[in-house]
């Protein structure tokens, strides 16, 4: 039986952030989705009272009824993601986060945002680099269709804390972090050190770290080579 892998983009993204790395997965036998998470369908006119609970919904909803399946998160996509996993843990027989992590309890993606704001606008390139996002690997062409393409995130997602279960079942999940704009050893001391909210949670998970050097969008950077790393791991 094939593996079935849903693909959850990161902020400013949709199932298009994908289009390099799904096609390949799908040579390799798997059967892929790749999400458009609510909020991001710049169609949609209701997209900015999205929130994480209703991303999270839309990740638990597009497993078929019976299966269960690889849950593929790419940075901001981590928060739903994780959020899903949590609240139906019977759903995901792994948990592939792509330069992100597993978030734990209360955490805010941007708490800076203004209150007032409703949305969050792709930043200008330096400023994404100053907040850790690397650029590298990606030319002045892919440059240009993420800024065409980039849908303003809702602030009701990256200004809201993630709220888990007391549960610990999502715990239990095999999880393997590809670590691409900061490589594996740095990210085990930052969580081992606690110097790094975004790790916190990887503490309490006994997960696989797996080096991908390169920047922070590796599915534009390395797709081959992401494509290759996520069905090895999803298919042990």
Known sequence: MATRILLAPGFWLGAWAWDEVAPDLRRRGNEVVALTLPGLDEA????LSATLECQAQAVIDAVPAGETVVLVAHSGGAAPAYLAID???ELFRRAIYVDS??????????SALDVA???WVLPEWPELESAGNSLAGLDEAVLARFRERAVPEP???AAAPLRL???TARLTIPTTVICSSMTADVV?????NGDAALF???ARIDAEYVDLPTGHWPMWSKPKELAELIHTIANR
């Open 188 to 192: 085990k001391k930052l969580r081992d």
């Open 155 to 157: 602030a009701s997602v």
């Open 87 to 89: 609240r139906a843990p």
């Open 165 to 167: 279960s007391d549960s």
């Open 101 to 110: 992590a597993p978030l734990p309890n209360g955490f805010v993606i941007n």
């Open 117 to 119: 704001a409703r949305e």
């Open 200 to 202: 916190a949670e990887l």
């Open 44 to 47: 949609d006119p209701d997209r």
